[in-house]
Each structure stands twice: as structure tokens, then as C-alpha cells.
């Protein structure tokens, strides 16, 4: 069995991964690294019989259009990570024609892609033409799913896993296998405790109110946002949604069976006002105590106006929800505490702050996950620093810390 990395073997981007078995080429993921402008992982190659779309988060995503122009294949996903890719690959072609960059795909591939695609639940299998791939829940956000394709060997490749279950999605069902793939997002990192996250994050919305100011908090639209919600729903703050998490709820809210609660999910829902216009902003600034909105890592979106509005004010908090990528705004604000909007830096009077609310798995959870799928070979894959997996590995299984491009026999 052959592997090969078109991106995101090296870093949290771009993911594509291809296996050749038995006269057979699969496609897992194909994603951008979602930055201004983005970047690309390589060309698939043409013979793809199948490809497989772990969840929709664009670095998993964002390329799967073009997949469209190859000569046959299909994409197989749940039906949730179907409905937000495409979605969110609307998005990104929006994004690029707005900040004047070259879209590698148009909106006719996302129609033609659609066309090609084929849904299947997590525990169910994939057939077809010989190819045997079973779906089983990754954690991480709903519909995301990892895949067991059952070749030559056994191979497990878990996209982005979270082994512990959160407010708003199960957690990850082990399986066995003899070659797993998995992400290495946190190598290294264990995340702390996240009842104590929660409790903090909420304990700074209440000092920040009682010093009269409200907090802005930036959070991904696909997951994240939701989460969030969760965490804010029984909290008694007046909360305001702004940004493209209010499409991603809908899906979420018709696929309860990727949920960990629907009826709380729903019940969180109807607390929350959602801001329809962006002229009801104001309305939210005046009103809201908590503006829950996008971007997440601040590189766009209408956190950006919020911002604008009140970054003189130290009494306001801006309380960041997520991974902040090196070269994002939220990188910058965090490091340096400045922002670059349309090409001025800003520098915030108010207090910012991280939270740590991920929906990976941490390096101890990953180490379990290997141990637990009884793997021979562990191939490491999306993390900007795999050692750390690699050394607490090596001597329990062959690890393979591929490069991007680089064939290799497993
Ligand atoms: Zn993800």
C-alpha cells in the first residue's frame, strides 16, 4: 500500500492524502490553508476512484471542488459535512473574489461536485467497485466521521479526532486497524480541564460586565461557535450570534443524531438573537452582553466591525474561542496586541484573552487513540510539530512522519 501527502502532512492546512492498494487510487481530504490568500496542497492525481471528506472544515475541504473536473470518482461524506462544505466552500470563493485573489475552482465545480457525491452515516460502510470503507464518529464537530478502508491492510484515517465528548458532539468510537493515520494538531499539548475553561470564560464575561463593558467573542462558524453557545446557554447573558454560524446551526439543528444533546442544542438556539442585518449591529453593540461572531482568527468577517467599533474601550473583553494560526490577526493580537485591518494596525485598548475550548484531541488522547486501534504503523499527519507524538510512540509502533510529496510504503 502506497501513501502520499498532497498537503498537510507538515502543517495544519491544505490536507490531502492519497493511498494506492490493489490497482486502486483514494482520495482522504483536500483542503486549503484558509489565510489571505490561501494556500493550496498539490494536484490530485486523475485516476481518483473515490474520495472520502472526513468534515467540512475548509483546511479538510476547501479544494474538493476540483475534484469535480477529474474523470470519474466520487466524494463520500455524511450528510452534514456535505451541507456545511458546501457551504462554507461558497464562502471561500466569496472571500477570494472579494479580496481579489484567484479561486482555483468556480461555482459551477461546487454545483458539478454536487453532483458527484455520495452520502453515507457514520456506522455505516461504503461499497463499491471492490472499495470497503466504514464511517465511525471522529468527535470533533457533528458529521465528522473517520475512515476505516479495509485493502491490503487495514487503514484508519481520523481527520481531526476528539476522544472526549463536548456540549455539542459524542465523542470518537475507537477502531482497530493496522495502519493508522491521525492528526497531530496538539502533539505535545495536553488541553486543561475543560469544566475549568468553561467556568473561567464565563467568570471573565461576568467582570467584564460588572466593569461595564461587554465581551466580543470570535469563534469559528463551523463547531466552535456552537459550543460556545452551549457553554453561554444557561449562563443568563444576553447573547447576539452574527456571521455565517447561524446557516451551520440549521444543518446542525435537522441532524440531531450527530449531536450530544439536539434537545439542549435547540433549547440553546432560542436563547440567542440572531443578528439578521448588519444594521441590526448597533442594536447588538447597545444590547447584547455577549457578541458571539466571526471570523475566529479575526482575518475577516463581522467581528472585524465590532471591533472597529469599540477597540478603544478597555472596559470590553475580546475573548478568543480558537486555534490561532501563525500570520492570522488572532496570532497577532495575541503576540504582539495589534490588529491589521484593511491594510491599518490597530492596537486595542481592550482586555484580550484565550480560551481553550478545541475539539482536537490532546497528546495524551492521541497516544491512547494509537494504543487503542492495536496499529502496527502510525502515520502522523497535521501538526506544525510531530515530534513530540513520534517520541512518545516510537518503541510501541513503526511511526512514519511523512514530508508533503513524498511516496511512501506502509
Ligand atoms: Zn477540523
Known amino acids: ?131 470497503e470503507v466504514d464511517l465511525t464518529l471522529a468527535g470533533h464537530i457533528p458529521g465528522a466521521t473517520m475512515f476505516r478502508y479495509r485493502g491490503s491492510k487495514d487503514l484508519l484515517f481520523t481527520g481531526d479526532v476528539q476522544t472526549r465528548a463536548t456540549r455539542l458532539v459524542p465523542a470518537a468510537e475507537g477502531l482497530e486497524c493496522d495502519v493508522i493515520v491521525i492528526e497531530s494538531t496538539y502533539a505535545g499539548r495536553d488541553h486543561p480541564d475543560r469544566r475549568t475553561t468553561e467556568a473561567e470564560f464565563l467568570a471573565k464575561i461576568e467582570e467584564t460586565l460588572e466593569r ?112 490561532q494560526v501563525d500570520g492570522s490577526n488572532g496570532r497577532q493580537l495575541l503576540d504582539q496586541g495589534t490588529l491589521t485591518v484593511d491594510e491599518v494596525t490597530i492596537r486595542p485598548e481592550c482586555e484580550v484573552r484565550k480560551f481553550d475550548f478545541s475539539a482536537h484531541a490532546g497528546h495524551s488522547d492521541l497516544v491512547a487513540l494509537v494504543r487503542a486501534s492495536r496499529a502496527k504503523t502510525a502515520v502522523l499527519m497535521h501538526g506544525d510539530d510531530r515530534t513530540p507524538l513520534k517520541e512518545a510512540l516510537d518503541g510501541e509502533v513503526e511511526v512514519v512522519v511523512p514530508e508533503n510529496g513524498q511516496a511512501f510504503s506502509v
Open 212 to 323: 461595564g463593558g461587554k465581551a466580543i467573542v470570535p469563534a469559528f462558524a463551523v463547531g466552535r461557535a456552537q459550543e460556545v453557545l452551549l457553554t453561554l446557554a444557561s449562563s443568563g447573558f444576553t447573547t447576539y450570534l452574527d456571521g455565517m454560524a447561524r446557516q451551520v446551526n440549521e444543518i446542525y439543528a435537522s441532524a440531531p443524531q450527530y449531536l450530544a444533546d439536539a434537545k439542549r442544542f435547540r433549547r440553546a438556539l432560542e436563547g440567542v438573537t440572531v443578528v439578521e442585518h448588519p444594521s441590526d449591529r448597533k442594536k447588538a453593540l447597545r444590547e447584547a452582553d455577549v457578541i458571539v461572531t466571526t471570523g475566529g482568527m479575526l482575518d475577516g468577517g463581522p467581528v472585524l466591525y465590532y471591533i472597529g467599533e469599540v477597540y478603544r474601550d478597555p472596559r470590553w473583553s475580546i475573548l478568543l474561542t480558537g486555534f
Open 1 to 131: 500500500m502506497e501513501l502520499q501527502f498532497l498537503g498537510g502532512a507538515s502543517e495544519v492546512g491544505s490536507l490531502g492524502l492519497v493511498v494506492r492498494d490493489e490497482g486502486r487510487t483514494l482520495l482522504f481530504d483536500y483542503g486549503i490553508t484558509p489565510t489571505d490568500p490561501p494556500a493550496y496542497p498539490r494536484p490530485p492525481p486523475t485516476n481518483v476512484d473515490a474520495a472520502f471528506l472526513s468534515h467540512a472544515h475548509l483546511d479538510h475541504s476547501g479544494m474538493t471542488p476540483i475534484l469535480s473536473r477529474l474523470p470519474k470518482g466520487r466524494l463520500v461524506a455524511t450528510p452534514v459535512t456535505l451541507a456545511v462544505a458546501g457551504v462554507l466552500t461558497r464562502d471561500a470563493l466569496k472571500i477570494a473574489r472579494l479580496n481579489g485573489y484567484l479561486s482555483p475552482f468556480e461555482s459551477q465545480d461546487i454545483r458539478a461536485l454536487e453532483a458527484r457525491t455520495t452520502a453515507a452515516e457514520a456506522g455505516s460502510s461504503f461499497r463499491h467497485r471492490g472499495i
